[in-house]
């Protein structure tokens, strides 16, 4: 657990390269080996793939796992 | 409609419509077997075109493959299940202590953990698991 005010979340560009890619988001999930519910969720983070699946995402969406996922601070109102 | 998905489609089928004679078999009418048929034959359709489950070709009659996170949900929803299977059991045997409950009480036990499964799955599926 993050000490309060220093808490932070998974973002990603899946969408985005994704569409870059002009891949629908069943297509992604074939090449991937995860389903198109599993792809929805991760973009919309949702879902936190494992180590392994962000890899295989990065080499389908021809990109690095550092460009694709990174750690973003909540915003606390 | 998916062209790998053919055998899938007429077995299901079939079953469906086994299932629906087996009820008309009992003495049901025809009109309850047509209601208990064509939800699981939907149900079936369903399930194959959710996108919660990936499409094996390899195996034309078992198709239907979870992927990481649906073997993530079906686990925790298995682990809700037998917890609350144990303690709904162990409720009605306290109970029983009291009150005379009887065998109906406890005959509830594996309906209502197989009811706790399917909706940890819905739930876990819609919200999201991490």
């Known amino acids: 657990m993050s000490p309060a005010g220093n808490e932070k979340r998974l973002k990603n560009r899946v969408r985005e390269l994704r569409i870059k890619a002009g891949l629908t988001q069943e297509q992604l999930g074939i090449s991937t080996e995860l389903t198109r519910q599993s792809v929805i969720a991760i973009e919309k983070g949702r879902f936190t793939p494992s180590v392994a699946t962000a890899l295989v995402l990065a080499s389908a969406l021809a990109t690095t796992v550092d460009d694709l996922f990174w750690m973003e601070k909540k915003e606390h109102e | ?130």
């Open chain 2, 1 to 130: 409609m998916k062209r790998e998905l053919i055998v899938y489609y007429i077995t299901r089928l079939l079953i469906s419509a086994v299932f629906a004679l087996l009820v008309y078999l009992s003495g049901w009418p025809l009109w309850a077997c047509i209601l208990t048929g064509s939800p699981m034959f939907i149900l079936f359709l369903y399930y194959a075109h959710s996108g919660h489950y990936l499409v094996d070709p390899d195996h034309p009659f078992t198709p239907l493959r979870r992927d990481a996170r649906g073997q993530a949900i079906r686990d925790r929803s298995l682990v809700w299940a037998v917890v609350i299977a144990g303690l709904l059991y162990t409720a009605i045997q306290l109970l029983g202590l009291f009150i005379e409950t009887g065998v109906q009480l406890r005959t509830l036990v594996l309906p209502a953990a197989i009811l706790v499964y399917f909706t940890m799955t819905w739930v876990l599926f819609r919200r999201g698991i991490q």
